[in-house]
């Protein structure tokens, strides 16, 4: 059966395109993806992404249950912070990725994906000891991101809290909102400022619609899926399932930077030797030179061999030209060299570019 977020109603309201997405009805587009991709980059967005699983570690044994299943340095958080990183396997693939969140020494906030929330649980209630408690709260929980470069400017005309304007990137705080207990992140998926919201269902509806009222001087528009993902493919930030899956690793995606810790965490072995080795794939980002927008799964090809797979793709309303990024092998492709990437059996010549494709500077 299909599920609803606590916004349902709001995205018909505002007669949003509704799909499948995972098992959950949300709307794809309520405009148009390129309109509501550039409200987001020039003034502010509002999406709803409470389909995303939220989970509570706590006890006296919460910091080592997580030592034992990330490879990063746990110690870097302090209470009030948040960082990324994964979920690895002993073969250094990913279960997932997600964000931790520090509220206490004994007490860690996790936002896991959607579609794999039931395995997350599975995988962290297996490795957990007898003094960590974990707690699904995704079901009574709804998360709504505010994106944009006004999102502060709305946000502290929303909140009335002095806090939402001078916290750092990372930085998270509690704050009452309608007499409700609401978790305010300045963290996001677009590579632009913005902030996550954590309320419950109840308080989802007056929240949404307070923060588009307040942002309707700055032009704010709500954004569907859609936009959701060329922003974050801009910034070529990694999504399970494509740049990282149970046979990808973090260091082949590019996310050597993940794997700090010197704990005895799973999958240390196969990540930290590619580390000190190297991995047999690295992931690339390109441009495309020739007609096309390029999808997942298109071959990567340099003189008439192949040498990998695109992981991601489709047409940058920034850039207005097809990005990606693409798993290849090792050493086979630098910045700046060419090859050809096969779109609809059509081979284009592509160029590999810098990561990301889109930076925040801020």
């Known amino acids: 059966m299909i599920q609803r977020t606590a916004l349902h109603g709001e995205h018909l309201a505002l007669k949003g395109r509704m799909v499948d997405f995972a098992g959950w009805e949300l709307p794809v587009m309520y405009s148009s993806i390129i309109e509501e991709h550039n409200a987001t980059r020039t003034k502010a967005g509002l999406f709803d992404v409470s389909h995303m699983g939220e989970v509570i570690v706590k006890g006296t044994g919460a910091e080592s249950f997580l030592r034992r299943l990330i490879p990063t340095r746990l ?76 999102s502060g400017d709305i946000l502290k005309k929303v909140v009335g809290d002095e806090r939402a304007g001078s916290m750092g990137r990372f930085q998270f705080f509690h704050t009452d909102y309608k007499g409700v207990r609401m978790m305010v992140s300045r963290t996001g998926y677009t590579g632009e400022n913005g902030y996550e919201l954590f309320v419950p269902n109840d308080l989802a509806v007056p929240l949404w619609r307070d923060i588009l009222g307040a942002g309707e001087a700055y032009g704010i528009r709500p954004v569907g899926l859609g936009a959701r993902d060329t922003l974050r493919l801009e910034a070529a930030y990694s999504l399970y399932g494509h740049e990282l899956s149970d046979t990808i690793t973090p260091v082949e995606a590019g996310l050597g930077w993940l794997v700090t810790s010197a704990d005895d965490y799973i999958g240390r072995g196969v990540l930290a030797g590619q580390k000190e080795n190297g991995a047999p794939r690295a992931l690339i980002c390109f441009e495309l030179e020739g007609r096309g927008v390029p999808r997942e799964h298109c071959k990567v090809i340099k003189d008439g061999v192949g040498i990998g797979i695109s992981t991601s793709g489709g047409f940058s309303p920034t850039f207005k030209k097809g990005i990606g990024m693409a798993l290849v092998r090792a050493g086979s492709l630098g910045i700046g060299d060419w090859f050809s990437l096969v779109v609809r059996d059509n081979p284009v010549p592509a160029r590999v570019v810098k990561r990301p494709f889109y930076a925040f500077n801020g």
Not at 113 to 140: F, K, Q
């Open 75 to 150: 110690s870097k958080l302090a209470p009030g912070t948040s960082m990324y990183s994964c979920l690895c396997r002993d073969n250094g693939g990913v279960v997932d990725d997600i964000f931790i969140f520090m509220v206490s020494e004994t007490e860690y906030y996790i936002v896991v994906n959607a579609a794999t929330l039931d395995g997350d649980l599975d995988w962290m209630r297996t490795h957990a000891t007898g003094d960590t408690e974990i707690i699904d709260v995704s079901a009574e929980t709804s998360k709504i991101d505010l994106q944009g470069p006004a």
